[in-house]
């Protein structure tokens, strides 16, 4: 379960860029302050992203949260190995979360995509420590994930962080000027994609990110055409 960890700033991977180059992003962002890593790649299959949740295990080498997306058969495959693996992060499609509680122990971190009032609704009807923590959105519109959801908005992001007790982690078109906003309508953290991992210098970004989240300072603008 989430217990103490820091949930303020995750960054997910982009699938789009190499793997060595991912590599280096995640090891600078870490550097600088990502307190969540979750590995996300649609893109490879099973073997390779058992080896790529390896060799990021040893980048972040605990020095963050660790976390893979979706497949909690790679996780334990590689926990079984020797690598430290947090947890997993579930879309609704995705193993039930119950399921993946079990298998992955009580120490885990499981969090679980929601992105309407029904499925925080069914989130607070599973057993308590089933879930840590909910990933919200989208903020904003962004190319990341063309079919998303539509847009929240920050006042519709509190809407729903509102109506459930669990943590709530903005994702989707967050820009560093979000996220004292976010943070004041309740969120326990934001995740970033390319706002991170597209830009020139990924440690700054994430500097920025943490200032604003940690310290409540005045909004930064993000880097233009920047988005997660």
């Known amino acids: 379960m989430s217990g103490d960890r820091d949930l303020s700033l995750h960054l997910v991977t982009d699938q789009r860029l190499p793997f060595p180059r991912v590599c280096e992003i995640v090891d600078a962002a870490v550097s600088a302050g990502v307190s969540v890593v979750q590995l996300r790649d649609k893109l490879v299959g099973g073997a390779e992203l058992y080896a790529r949740t390896r060799r990021l295990a040893d980048v972040v080498a605990g020095r963050a949260t660790f976390v893979v997306d979706d497949r909690v058969d790679v996780v334990l495959a590689a926990r079984a190995n020797g690598s430290r693996v947090d947890g997993v992060h579930l879309g609704q499609s995705d193993l039930p979360v119950d399921v993946a509680r079990v298998l992955l122990g009580p120490d885990a971190l499981v969090g679980w995509t929601a992105n309407t009032l029904t499925h925080l609704a069914a989130a607070g009807d599973l057993e308590p420590g089933t879930v840590d923590y909910l990933g ?25 962080a509102a109506s459930t007790p669990l943590a709530c982690v903005a994702i989707g078109g967050v820009g560093v000027d979000d996220v004292a906003p976010l943070r004041a309508a309740g969120a326990a953290g934001v995740a970033v994609v390319s706002l991170v991992s597209g830009a020139d210098d990924p440690t700054a970004v994430v500097r920025r990110l943490r200032a604003a989240a940690a310290d409540g300072l005045a909004p930064l603008a993000a880097p233009t055409g920047a988005s997660s």
């Open 136 to 160: 919200v959105g989208v903020i904003r519109a962004t190319a990341t994930k063309p079919d998303h959801p539509r847009p929240l908005g920050v006042d519709g992001f509190a809407a729903l």
